[in-house]
Protein backbone atom coordinates (compact mmCIF):
# COMPACT_ATOMS: atom_id res chain seq x y z
CA UNK A 1 0.00 0.00 0.00
CA UNK A 2 1.44 3.32 -0.77
CA UNK A 3 0.60 6.82 0.40
CA UNK A 4 -0.69 10.14 -1.21
CA UNK A 5 1.56 13.00 0.13
CA UNK A 6 0.59 15.93 -3.06
CA UNK A 7 -2.73 18.01 -3.20
CA UNK A 8 -3.11 17.47 -6.54
CA UNK A 9 -3.77 14.27 -5.68
CA UNK A 10 -6.12 14.31 -2.53
CA UNK A 11 -7.96 17.16 -4.60
CA UNK A 12 -8.29 14.43 -7.38
CA UNK A 13 -9.81 11.89 -4.86
CA UNK A 14 -12.49 14.52 -3.80
CA UNK A 15 -14.19 14.63 -6.80
CA UNK A 16 -14.54 10.56 -6.58
CA UNK A 17 -17.18 8.35 -4.76
CA UNK A 18 -17.33 9.07 -0.87
CA UNK A 19 -19.10 6.92 1.77
CA UNK A 20 -19.71 8.60 5.17
CA UNK A 21 -19.12 6.94 8.79
CA UNK A 22 -18.95 8.38 12.10
CA UNK A 23 -15.37 8.53 12.43
CA UNK A 24 -14.03 9.25 9.01
CA UNK A 25 -15.73 9.91 5.25
CA UNK A 26 -13.68 7.59 2.56
CA UNK A 27 -13.68 9.46 -0.47
CA UNK A 28 -12.42 6.52 -3.73
CA UNK A 29 -11.14 7.33 -6.90
CA UNK A 30 -10.13 5.48 -10.40
CA UNK A 31 -7.12 5.39 -11.70
CA UNK A 32 -5.96 5.55 -15.80
CA UNK A 33 -3.00 4.05 -14.77
CA UNK A 34 -2.06 0.75 -13.55
CA UNK A 35 0.00 1.93 -10.19
CA UNK A 36 -0.37 0.40 -7.01
CA UNK A 37 -3.48 1.50 -4.20
CA UNK A 38 -2.66 4.42 -2.63
CA UNK A 39 -4.26 5.72 0.54
CA UNK A 40 -4.22 9.12 2.13
CA UNK A 41 -5.44 10.55 5.44
CA UNK A 42 -6.28 13.95 6.35
CA UNK A 43 -7.94 15.74 9.29
CA UNK A 44 -9.03 19.19 8.82
CA UNK A 45 -8.47 22.21 11.78
CA UNK A 46 -11.72 22.04 13.19
CA UNK A 47 -11.45 18.69 14.70
CA UNK A 48 -8.73 20.12 17.28
CA UNK A 49 -5.50 21.16 17.66
CA UNK A 50 -2.31 19.72 16.42
CA UNK A 51 -1.71 16.55 18.54
CA UNK A 52 -5.55 15.57 18.59
CA UNK A 53 -5.32 16.04 14.27
CA UNK A 54 -2.08 13.48 14.71
CA UNK A 55 -3.92 11.09 17.28
CA UNK A 56 -6.69 11.21 14.63
CA UNK A 57 -4.16 10.54 11.77
CA UNK A 58 -2.30 7.76 13.16
CA UNK A 59 -5.60 5.58 14.21
CA UNK A 60 -7.06 6.07 10.63
CA UNK A 61 -3.30 4.36 9.45
CA UNK A 62 -3.18 2.05 11.63
CA UNK A 63 -6.80 0.64 10.70
CA UNK A 64 -5.36 1.36 7.43
CA UNK A 65 -2.48 -1.58 8.57
CA UNK A 66 -4.61 -3.34 10.19
CA UNK A 67 -6.75 -4.18 7.33
CA UNK A 68 -4.22 -4.96 5.03
CA UNK A 69 -2.64 -7.19 7.69
CA UNK A 70 -5.36 -9.21 7.82
CA UNK A 71 -5.70 -9.84 4.12
CA UNK A 72 -8.72 -7.57 3.84
CA UNK A 73 -7.12 -4.91 2.50
CA UNK A 74 -8.39 -6.84 -0.82
CA UNK A 75 -11.43 -5.24 -0.27
CA UNK A 76 -9.87 -1.86 -2.38
CA UNK A 77 -10.14 -2.18 -5.49
CA UNK A 78 -6.88 -2.03 -7.68
CA UNK A 79 -5.74 0.92 -9.40
CA UNK A 80 -8.03 3.17 -7.20
CA UNK A 81 -6.72 5.73 -5.00
CA UNK A 82 -8.17 6.33 -1.23
CA UNK A 83 -8.72 8.95 1.23
CA UNK A 84 -9.99 9.13 4.56
CA UNK A 85 -10.75 12.18 6.22
CA UNK A 86 -11.03 11.46 10.24
CA UNK A 87 -13.19 13.24 12.26
CA UNK A 88 -12.97 13.79 16.38
CA UNK A 89 -15.24 10.83 16.90
CA UNK A 90 -12.45 9.05 16.10
CA UNK A 91 -10.63 9.78 19.10
CA UNK A 92 -13.29 8.26 21.27
CA UNK A 93 -14.09 5.57 18.83
CA UNK A 94 -13.57 2.02 20.34
CA UNK A 95 -10.55 1.10 17.55
CA UNK A 96 -12.56 -2.15 16.42
CA UNK A 97 -15.80 0.28 15.33
CA UNK A 98 -12.94 1.74 13.59
CA UNK A 99 -11.88 -1.38 11.66
CA UNK A 100 -15.75 -2.45 11.04
CA UNK A 101 -16.73 1.12 9.88
CA UNK A 102 -13.62 0.61 7.60
CA UNK A 103 -14.73 -2.39 6.12
CA UNK A 104 -18.49 -1.90 5.58
CA UNK A 105 -17.50 1.91 4.16
CA UNK A 106 -15.26 -0.39 1.28
CA UNK A 107 -18.15 -2.31 1.09
CA UNK A 108 -20.44 0.34 0.51
CA UNK A 109 -18.05 2.04 -2.02
CA UNK A 110 -18.31 -1.77 -4.41
CA UNK A 111 -21.83 -1.52 -4.38
CA UNK A 112 -22.11 2.51 -5.58
CA UNK A 113 -22.68 2.76 -9.05
CA UNK A 114 -20.10 4.25 -11.26
CA UNK A 115 -21.97 6.56 -13.09
CA UNK A 116 -22.96 8.57 -9.72
CA UNK A 117 -19.94 9.06 -8.20
CA UNK A 118 -20.11 12.78 -8.18
CA UNK A 119 -23.23 14.28 -9.76
CA UNK A 120 -22.29 17.44 -8.03
CA UNK A 121 -19.20 18.05 -9.72
CA UNK A 122 -20.51 17.33 -13.33
CA UNK A 123 -20.69 20.67 -16.08
CA UNK A 124 -23.96 21.52 -16.23
CA UNK A 125 -25.84 21.96 -19.40
CA UNK A 126 -27.61 24.84 -20.28
CA UNK A 127 -31.41 24.62 -19.97
CA UNK A 128 -33.85 25.08 -23.20
CA UNK A 129 -34.75 28.51 -23.71
CA UNK A 130 -32.10 30.49 -21.28
CA UNK A 131 -29.65 30.90 -24.21
CA UNK A 132 -29.06 34.23 -25.36
CA UNK A 133 -29.72 33.64 -29.47
CA UNK A 134 -33.41 32.69 -29.12
CA UNK A 135 -34.05 35.50 -26.89
CA UNK A 136 -32.90 38.12 -29.68
CA UNK A 137 -34.51 36.35 -32.13
CA UNK A 138 -37.92 38.13 -31.60
Known amino acids: MDRLRQRADFLAVANGARVNSTAFTLQSRRREDLGPIRVG?????????????NRIRRRLREAARELEATGDFMAMRPHHDYVLVGRRAALTCDFGTILDDLRSALQRLDRQDPKRQSPKREAREPRAGSNDETQNET
Open 41 to 53: FTVTRKNGNAPER
